[in-house]
């Protein structure tokens, strides 16, 4: 129609799961980018995707190499499982032969008589003879060092943007970050800039983590994002944002399978709602929340359990003692079951891993077992409350009730919380032990709903060969959840001895 722009040409697409996504659906064609990080964070890995993503496309690819061999590249991609077809040029600009070849010696890189015009010029000549849609150049630390001044450097630089913009080629730049952290030469010059990190926690697994610092002209997911390297190359996991995600469901009322605890719940708990459930160890934190999960099972849902702190063997079995079936569930295709180290696996692949299986596969109950080993996952308190937020604030608008246990520092009287979460959640079950007629006894009570009403009563909580057993409330107690409680009534409406 007269008087529109023309529609904008596709974009050059990464090939980098959820990278493509965090860029709006890749980067802008004819442009020059820059891929900054130190050595091992992903930056050949990335390179090389985005030229195997070309290939598939059936464009043209350059790999312009001043540091690795191609038979190291080759390598590389070998690990990965990738086979480098004919569409993608390895251009090794010093060659190792040339290291013990007097007559090429003005061929080398490191050689005092290389000029930097002659790096620059056989750049070019690659580039005339292939013809690429996609270019890595790789890496400008060596034309750095040739360049011998920053003047002289940002010359080249913009040299080599002209060039590649008059032949239309999207480039990628490659950089080790060995500059001073002041030079942002190549930042201002770059159409956009991505920085991939490398972190070490004290313990566990590196952490990569990726950020997009600018993108002329395009919108694109700010903040960082956790970046993991496997078998297959790099896979980005973009930061959730609730605000984006959001269907239409009706927050029915869902039973527990006790009709005792949906009492106490004010008729049970409304979906999409996300329950904390605190208390000391080995209170039954984690079986009442299995009985949610069995309770969303038995009703024909799907329903997920990421398990942070206990051994699934172990699991299993007690949760059967217990009359909860969890491998007959599992088999049965209706309860997902996943071990989450979290010394292994990153807070926003976790949250990944939890969106996939929400989306893909129609899960409405998650159990996340528990808080206390998702914030081992977290490098401090802070991030970890946005975190769950985030996780907490989607689930929420999918529908999907979320179950999580929080283990409290000590097992009666004064006890604290590591971290505290209560305010995200939208009801918080409070489980106590207590002593009473010479036995250690268990204690719950709802102490928030936002969602209706709920009994404000203290009930026994007893774990037994036939699961969870529910008394009326200890009304003749007082200082129950101080765990040292006070006789005061003239019988003990506890419950009876197990048999």
């Given amino acids: 129609m007269d008087g529109q722009p023309p529609p904008a040409p596709p974009k050059a697409r990464m090939g ?26 992903g930056k050949t890995t990335a390179a090389m995707q985005f030229l195997l993503e070309g290939e598939a ?39 190792p032969e040339s290291l013990l070849d007097a007559d090429q010696q003005q061929s080398l890189l490191y050689s005092s008589d290389l000029e930097l015009g002659e790096t620059t010029r056989d750049i070019f000549e690659a580039v005339e003879r292939v013809r690429p849609a996609r270019i890595v150049l790789d890496s400008l630390s060596e034309i750095r060092l040739l360049a011998q001044g920053s003047l002289r450097y940002r010359r080249q630089i913009l040299a080599l943007k002209h060039y590649f913009g008059r032949h239309g080629a999207t480039v990628l730049m490659l950089d080790d970050l060995t500059t001073e952290p002041e030079d942002r030469t190549v930042h201002s010059v770059a159409h956009g800039v991505v920085r991939l990190e490398q972190l070490a926690p004290s313990y566990g697994a590196e952490r990569r ?16 994002h956790d970046v993991a390297i496997a078998t297959g190359g790099l896979r980005v ?27 106490i719940l004010g008729g049970g708990i409304e979906r ?42 172990l699991l299993f079995d007690r949760a059967a003692a217990m009359g909860l079936d969890l491998a007959a569930m599992q088999a049965g295709g209706a309860l997902l079951v996943e071990q989450v180290d979290a010394a292994e696996l990153s807070p926003g692949e976790f949250a990944h891993r939890v969106r996939t299986g929400v989306a893909a596969q129609g899960i409405g109950t998650i159990v996340i077992d528990s808080v206390n080993g998702y914030q081992a996952a977290m490098p401090e308190e802070r991030d970890l409350i946005l975190h769950l937020h985030e996780l907490l604030q989607y689930l929420n608008r999918q529908g999907t009730s979320t179950f999580l246990p929080v283990a409290q520092h000590g097992l009666v009287g004064d006890m604290q ?6 305010y995200l959640a939208d009801t918080v079950v409070l489980l106590r032990y207590f002593e009473a007629l010479g036995r250690v006894r268990r204690a719950i009570s709802v102490i928030k709903k936002r969602a209706g009403a709920h009994e404000d009563t203290i009930r026994e909580f007893r774990i037994g060969a036939r699961g969870i057993a529910i008394g009326a409330p200890v009304e003749e107690f007082q200082g129950v ?4 409680p006070v006789y005061v009534g003239t019988g003990a409406p506890l419950l009876p001895d197990a048999p």
């Fill in 237 to 263: 996991f973009p930061r959730l944002v609730a605000a984006e995600h959001r269907r239409d469901f009706a927050r029915t009322r869902q039973g527990s399978g006790l009709a005792e605890l949906d009492a």
């Fill in 57 to 95: 496309r059936g464009e043209r690819g350059l790999y312009v190499t001043l540091s690795e061999s191609e038979a190291e590249l080759r390598d590389g991609a070998a690990s990965h499982g990738w086979a480098i077809g004919d569409a993608i040029t390895i251009f090794e600009l010093v060659p």
């Fill in 417 to 422: 919380t590591p971290v505290d979460v209560t």
């Fill in 481 to 484: 959840l101080r765990g040292v």
């Fill in 272 to 313: 999409g709602a996300s329950t904390l459930i605190i208390g000391p160890a080995g209170s039954g934190k984690s079986l009442l929340a299995l009985q949610f999960a069995a309770a969303a099972v038995a009703r024909g849902e799907r329903a997920a359990l990421y398990v942070f702190d206990e051994e699934l063997g």
């Fill in 16 to 41: 980098i799961p959820g990278l493509d996504d965090i860029l709006a659906g890749g980067l802008a064609r004819g442009r020059v980018y820059l891929l900054e990080g130190s050595p091992g964070a």
């Fill in 209 to 224: 983590r990726l950020r997009v610092m600018k993108y002329r002209g395009q919108a694109f997911r700010g903040g960082f």
